[in-house]
């Protein structure tokens, strides 16, 4: 079995941040998912949560007067050492989630009208500058970070993308921006999965194995408890094809280089039906 393509040239990666909202109402945990326009460039279609790439603005000297926590704290909630780098991690994690969402996971001065200052944002006002008009504060704590993937090489667009998981602000309310993405909706964890095994959503396997893990929990303390007891494990998916056809190793996997599972469940996934299921792995 080999890596498909073998022979495919390293393509550049780009740092990236995802946030799973997470709310709690009267009835199950559920997790806000928005689905993309089906003319985007990358995961066109499919339902996921909010993020995106990290700008280089995010990682301005200017955005350390406005987190709660110095850079050495946050990078080490992360397990990484470049300061800068995280830093820009999380702001964009709150920006993309504004941007796309309209959650704002920050504090401002009183009376700040949010949905006015997204769509400012929408007309290319700058976030810091948005930052600085609305006196925003970013805790760092209200971002638990999750785990990490980063995009097979074959792929054409690769991303080294770090999740958190944030809660709901008191108060507000999560809509589609109408652009990069075209609805939202909030869904109970394990019915994320049904609606994908049904063919009514298209889900990547990163977004797969998160809600998997979600649905376990039934308070959004427990799944941040959970995130924290451990440092974000890395994940990096390997493609391989096979007489039968092709699937994804993940580490631990007998046909992935790293030799340790980083994750419950199994080590390889198969696209059957337009579902990513798990697949047996056979030894021998």
């Not at 930052?131 to 638990?144: N, R």
Request: glycine content about 8%; overall charge negative; some cysteine.
């Amino acid at each position: 079995m080999t890596e498909s393509p073998a022979d495919a040239p390293e393509k550049p990666i780009k740092d990236a941040s995802t946030v799973i909202v997470l709310r709690e109402t009267e009835g199950p945990l559920e997790t806000f998912m928005l689905c993309r326009h089906g003319q985007s460039g990358f995961m066109g279609g499919a339902h996921v949560f909010p993020g995106g790439k990290v700008d280089a603005t995010d990682s301005d000297p200017v955005w350390k007067g406005r987190i709660d926590r110095s850079t050495q704290e946050i990078a080490d909630l992360l397990g990484e050492q470049d300061q800068d780098a995280v830093l820009g991690l999380w702001v964009a994690g709150i920006r993309e989630t504004f941007e796309e969402a309209g959650v704002l996971i920050a504090s401002t001065a009183s009376g700040v009208d949010l949905d006015a200052e997204r769509q400012r944002v929408d007309a290319g006002v700058p976030f810091s500058q948005i930052a600085a008009d609305v006196d925003m504060t970013i805790h760092a704590m209200a971002l638990t970070p999750y785990a990490r993937w980063i995009t097979p090489k074959m792929e054409t667009r690769r991303f080294d993308t770090r999740f958190f998981i944030a809660v709901l602000p008191e108060g507000q309310h999560a809509t589609h921006d109408g652009t990069e993405t075209t609805s939202a909706v909030w869904l109970k964890p394990s019915d994320a999965i049904d609606e994908m095994h049904a063919s009514r959503i298209k889900l990547a396997p990163p977004t797969v194995r998160t809600l998997d893990w979600l649905a376990a929990f039934d308070t959004a303390a427990s799944v941040i408890a959970d995130a924290s007891s451990r440092r974000p494990p890395l994940v990096r998916p390997r493609i391989v094809t096979s007489e039968t056809g092709w699937f994804l190793a993940l580490p631990g996997d007998p046909e992935h280089p790293e030799n340790d599972a980083v994750l419950p469940g199994s080590t390889r996934m198969v696209f059957e039906g337009g579902s990513w299921v798990d697949a047996t792995v056979s030894v021998g």
